[in-house]
């Protein structure tokens, strides 16, 4: 049982499902329901898709994510971001509202979830590390304000293409003459209804007595009432005749599971868009998952989530759907309506299908306007533009990655902002590790402590050169390691022991090991001895496999403070360059007191 729970958490939780638990799952996949629909919907404008396609992917996803996912909270379906990067990606092979345009978008969510299965069986999760904070945060600014500039055309009644912020605010500019007033009253006074909502509406309802349940039900269900006004009055007012632009017919029923028409050729094009917003989505996704499980003290597993999202977007695809992931917000609301179990997803998954079968012939009245209100405001709450000062403040190389990120998404599109803001991660990465920390470092007095001799009164001995590594050492910063300690040498003609202490080296590859060789080499040759203090045991073992140790002119010690007491006493003298220090002229022991330097930073 234990194994199979494994990969079907279902196992473990539905053990211990009753009727309380059942209870709260169905509360909260009401409230989850009621949220989604509007959503569901605005998604797939978003994404170039029919308003329906949204709903399918509302259905089957949610379905198989309480199978296989392990988060008992986070609620799976469209979100603006993947929205974005579905019509970005199908938008460049096909033209919206064609047969071809759909399968591309159901192919995609076939991808994305194949990969996301392979990735969690080859527990390849690690893969979403490369993606630093800075980056997906500015990914997800620039996402934002793309998406909410996108949405003006519906709230002014334009036909305006571009898939960048220039081409979009340009085909504004060019055809703000010909906006419709009627749609331009619907969409500002929808977006205004659904802000004030947002920030106000649940004070306001609480203020009234009403139960922090009841209110926070209400509150949600606030774009369902912008939906049904804006309906009325459309068909009251029949503002389809005054250039409305409406959803129109919306397909009733339930899709029939299958396989679209694939081409190999298509399989290759959307192989990268596929695997970009896999791993988006799986940030995205598990971040929030992981903030909610801490929050009641549950785990989450995160190779298993990477299961669970591609079985979902599987079976969006199977289902006519496109790629789908944990949403913040609908988690979030999830989590609050007291869901306990993926169960609620299941439950919220049939509330969809109900309004697929039963709803979607009242909203053929339903003016895109509302739709695109709906994400603007949803969208707007992922801008962050607080979090770009943070950055700055805290880290010039990351506010690098993070503006590259924002300016290359907003100006070029989403994939190479993505990419630019990875690579220019990396690279920043490798020239940071590229360049070490490393520090000269003396003994803190009455103490066994060795701290920067540039920030800290110490004591040094002009014999010992102890030299600290804040790095692993890897074949881009080896050759550094070489220059700094032959110029530290070259500058302290007295040295005849150069400890390496190694607390923070967690690893040595080849290069590495080649290039302590070389240093021991030259230093024996200078009639110096070579020593390493606190090495990691990893490490150890690995320097044991090699011949490094047994050529090692000096010793390898447990602490620095042993290090330097056996040097100063002369219990540690290598007998290999005995010889050579008994050359030397004899001198008394000398011990320095070294004041940090007050300018240094």
Known sequence: ????????????????????????DLVAAVIVTIMLIPQSLAYAMLAGLPPQIGLYASILPL??????????????????????????????????????YLTAAILLALLSGG???????????????????????????????????SQLKHIFGLSVSGDTLPAILGGLALGIGETNPITLAIGIGAVLFLYLARTRLKGMFAAMGLKPRLADILTKAAPILAVAVTILLANAFDLGAHGVRLVGDIPRGLPVPGLPSISFDLVVTLAAPAFLISVIGFVESVSVAQTLASKRRQRIVPDQELIGLGAANIASGISSGYPVTGGF?????????????????????????????????LLTGLPQATLAATIIVAVLSL???????????????????????????????????????????????????????MAVVGQVPGTEHFRNIDRHSVITDPSILSIRVDESLYFANSRYLEDRIAKLVADCPAVRHVI????????????????????????????????LSEVKGPVMDRLKRAHFLE???????????????????????????????????????????????????
């Open 1 to 24: 049982m234990n194994g199979l729970a494994r990969y079907f958490p279902i196992l473990d939780w539905g053990r211990t499902y009753d009727r309380s638990v059942l209870t709260s």
């Open 63 to 100: 379905a198989a994510y309480a199978l296989f996912g392990t988060s008992r909270t986070l609620a799976v379906g469209p979100v603006a971001v993947v929205s974005l990067m579905t019509a970005s990606a199908v938008g460049q092979i096909a033209q919206q509202g064609t047969a071809d």
């Open 115 to 149: 990969m996301l299965v392979l990735m969690g069986i080859f527990r390849l999760g690690f893969l979403a590390n490369f993606l630093s904070h800075p980056v997906i945060s500015g990914f997800i600014t620039a996402s934002g304000l793309l998406i909410a500039s």
């Open 329 to 361: 917000a609908r988690s979030v609301v999830n989590f609050d309506a007291g869901a306990e179990t993926p169960a609620a997803g299941f439950f919220t998954a049939i509330g969809i299908a109900l309004a697929t079968l039963f709803l979607t012939p």
């Open 383 to 437: 801008v962050d533009l607080k979090a770009i000062a943070r950055v700055y403040e805290y880290s010039r190389a990351d506010f690098a990655a993070m503006a590259a990120t924002i300016l290359v998404t907003l100006l070029w599109g989403v994939e190479p902002g993505v990419v630019s803001g990875v690579l220019l991660s990396l690279s920043l990465f490798l020239y940071r590790t590229s360049k070490p920390h």
């Open 500 to 531: 390496l202490m190694c607390p923070a080296i967690n690893d040595i590859d080849a290069s590495a090991l080649e290039s302590l060789e070389e240093i021991n080499h030259r230093l024996k040759d200078a009639g110096i001895a070579f020593h």
């Open 551 to 601: 050529e090692l002119t000096g010793r390898v010690f447990l602490s620095q403070f042993e290090a330097v007491s056996s040097l100063r006493n002369g219990t540690a003298a290598s007998p290999s360059l005995q010889s050579a220090q008994n050359d030397q002229p004899r001198r008394d022991d000398v011990t320095l007191v070294l004041r940090p330097d007050p300018s240094l930073p």
